[in-house]
């Protein structure tokens, strides 16, 4: 049993796509003989359309290329070559940083929300992720089937009856609230004088996708676009196939044999049992034997404590000393002295003399994208959150910092978002996540890794996140400003204050100067009026989201 849909293409579409992507039928493919910016282009809009990256292709950016040249392209020229001075220069050097050099733009297609989280666990690879507050989930695919993914155990089992028919409800639930909830938002939020048709609908569809995305199972597939090296790939592999959860370690076999088509050589140690194998072998090991002693060492631990219930973001790690220390690091490339000296130096400064050194070091940011430079690593803090998963989907992405998160279930309850008890559609809305909670709960003893699945994305799941200051400055501007969702915005909002009141480090909290305590009606609204006069100042069509054509350069 397959669990993808395959896309189909006229004769004369096909014969375009094969000069540019690695294959025609599979979820997963590469992108080849396109320049950079097209690549990126097609990328970031891949992630606000319902679209597949090669239908994407076909119907907006096609028509801006000259493809007249491209009749003899073929891909695989030259790779054997390459192969040979590859294996030459690492044989003789063992230089494998090598691989860093060469890199792939992937597509990554019909991706469970389980799944997306493991292909995003890479810091050194870059990634742009379907959107649910863009893209709604009552369309099916070209199969028929709702767009949430059919393991092929589950549906094998004696559930699997079960499995299909409760996902389809949960997703029928969607699609009727879905109009349901914009028609009351378009009352709720009357249009203001000066906003267009267009970014007024935008903004309110925006909104009501938001209010409901809380109702989509984690099973609900969504489409990646990766840009890594072929290091980054290696890693990224290794760690897929020695997954627990059966869906990655199939996938990372359809990523290896479209990374093959393009990079063979950066990727040949993936599957060699004394190098790959052997990794993931260790990788799996590990963490069963952990997780083994874990289990004996606290048997009760299936339970939750009542006091941890309630928190939702708690700093449990900081550095009391944090702010001198930054100061230290401040002061420590204009010195000749050694570190520790440094640092003595700082604590004897009195208190105007901190507040000027901060100060000229953050100088004065005109945008939250001017941020300090690497004084603010020198602290730490570590926040246990609890929010619902739509939330730790976004916040996860954050990856140069540290994230663990514990298993996805329904045992920490759900976030009910007020505008669906205002819009009176609570009731509906809660029965469907006890369906939800339901099918979970029939599927975890047979299938544990698989029963998250049925998890709805209101669903609330533990997760931990460490990061230093300049990282924290970047997460808590950007995603508590007004166009985020609600939910991250709250999280932000949170870890900005601890950092302040318990933590102790108000002056670095200070620097944080684009946290956003604020609140939002229509939180997409400021973003499409911003966007809507940048393509009037460009001369694009204003409809561009809906009527995209491109308008990049011919080639």
């Known amino acids: 049993m397959v669990p993808y849909v395959a896309e189909s293409f006229t004769d004369e579409e096909a014969e375009v796509l094969r000069r540019y992507v690695t294959n025609l039928d599979a979820p997963v493919f590469a992108l080849v003989n396109l320049p950079e910016v097209v690549k990126g282009a097609l990328f970031a809009r891949y992630s606000r359309s319902p679209k597949s990256l090669r239908r994407l292709f076909l119907d907006e950016f096609v028509g801006e290329l000259d493809i007249s040249g491209d009749d003899g392209i073929d891909a695989t020229v030259g790779v054997r070559r390459a192969e040979e001075l590859y294996e030459r220069v690492f044989l003789e050097y063992g230089d494998d940083s090598v691989a860093q050099l060469g890199g792939v733009h992937l597509a990554c297609e019909q991706a469970s929300n389980l799944l997306t989280k493991v292909l995003e666990w890479g810091r050194l690879m870059a990634y742009l992720e379907q959107s649910t507050r863009y893209i709604a989930y009552d369309v099916r695919l070209g199969s028929g089937h709702f767009r949430y993914y059919r393991d092929p155990d589950v549906l094998g089992s004696a559930l699997g009856a079960r499995y299909v028919g409760d996902m389809d409800r949960m997703f029928d639930t969607y699609a009727e609230l879905l109009p349901t909830m914009q028609a009351w938002l378009g009352r709720r ?164 003399d901190r507040v000027a050194l901060l100060r000229a070091y953050v100088g004065d940011r005109s945008n939250r994208r001017h941020r300090p430079g690497r004084a603010f690593e020198r602290t730490d803090y570590r926040f246990d959150i609890v929010s619902d998963y739509g939330a730790f989907r976004d916040l996860q992405r954050h990856r140069m910092l540290t994230v663990e998160w514990q298993r996805l279930g329904p045992a920490l309850g759900f976030d009910t978002p007020d505008l669906v008890e205002e819009a009176g559609l609570a009731s509906v809305f809660t029965a469907s996540l006890a369906s939800s909670a339901a099918l979970f709960d029939a599927m975890v003893s047979t299938f544990p890794e698989q029963a998250s699945y049925a998890v709805a994305l209101a669903f609330r799941i533990r997760y931990v996140m460490q ?48 946290v956003d305590h604020g609140g939002a009606d229509l939180e997409r609204l400021d973003a499409e009026r911003r966007a809507e006069e940048r393509r009037a100042a460009a001369g694009s069509d204003p409809s561009f989201p809906d009527n995209y054509l491109g308008k990049l350069p011919r080639l």
């Open 189 to 352: 939020f009357p249009q203001q004088p000066g906003d267009s048709d267009f970014i007024y609908r935008q903004s309110i569809r925006a909104k009501a996708l938001d209010a409901l995305r809380g109702l989509l199972p984690a099973a609900s597939l969504s489409n990646v676009g990766i840009y890594g090296t072929g290091q980054s790939y290696e890693m990224l592999l290794l760690r897929m196939r020695s997954h627990p959860l059966p869906e990655a370690r199939r996938y990372a076999e359809l990523m290896l044999g479209e990374l093959r088509k393009v990079i063979p050589s950066f990727l040949q140690r993936v599957d060699r049992p004394e190098r790959g194998g052997v990794w993931s072998e260790y990788l799996a090991a590990t963490r069963e034997d952990t997780g083994a002693v874990v289990a004996r060492l606290w048997p009760d631990d299936g339970g939750m404590l009542e006091e941890e219930a309630g928190a939702d973001v708690t700093l449990v790690d900081w550095d009391p000393d944090g702010e001198v220390k930054v100061l230290a690091a401040v002061c420590y490339p204009h010195s000749t002295r050694s570190d520790a000296e440094v640092l003595r130096r700082v604590e004897a400064l009195g208190a105007e």
């Open 467 to 514: 990061m230093n200051a300049r990282e924290a400055m970047h997460l808590v501007e950007l995603r508590s400003g007004q166009q985020g969702h609600p939910t991250y915005r709250r999280v932000a909002q949170e870890m900005h204050r601890l950092v302040a009141e318990v933590a102790g480090h108000w002056a670095l909290a200070e620097a944080m100067s684009f």
